[in-house]
Nanobody, 121 residues
């Protein structure tokens, strides 16, 4: 079984910064990509940022230049540095591990429990 544990959410004023962390643990041989999604009330879940095992990154247009996704030195960890936060960034942020392969070759996707980010104006 694979678990994703997120941390780092909270309440911040507009213009402030937060750093989200996500650690994947369990029977993991490899992970193709780790992603951050978010879901605001009444809206669909959207991809915010992604990073592949080779280090390639991708961002939603709404966060380009403000958010940075990176992989940690510890295996299977990912961070999301969020700067110049705006009220419209308020959402529950979810970590997603895509293409998680175990030692038997089975491949699945996994989600974290989500962490609330609230940006006040």
């Amino acid at each position: 079984q694979v678990q994703l544990v997120e941390s780092g959410g909270g309440l911040v004023q507009a213009g402030g910064s937060l750093r989200l962390s996500c650690a994947a643990s369990g029977r993991i041989f490899s992970i193709n990509a780790m992603n951050w999604y978010r879901q605001a009330p009444g809206k669909q879940r959207e991809l915010v940022a992604a990073i592949t095992s080779s280090g390639s990154t991708n961002y939603a247009d709404s966060v380009k230049g403000r958010f940075t996704i990176s992989r940690g030195n510890a295996k299977n960890t990912v961070y999301l540095q969020m700067n110049n936060l705006k009220p419209e960034d308020t959402a529950v942020y979810y970590c997603n591990a895509q293409g998680v392969r175990d030692y038997l070759g089975t491949q699945n996707n996994y989600w974290g429990q989500g962490t609330q980010v609230t940006v006040s104006s």
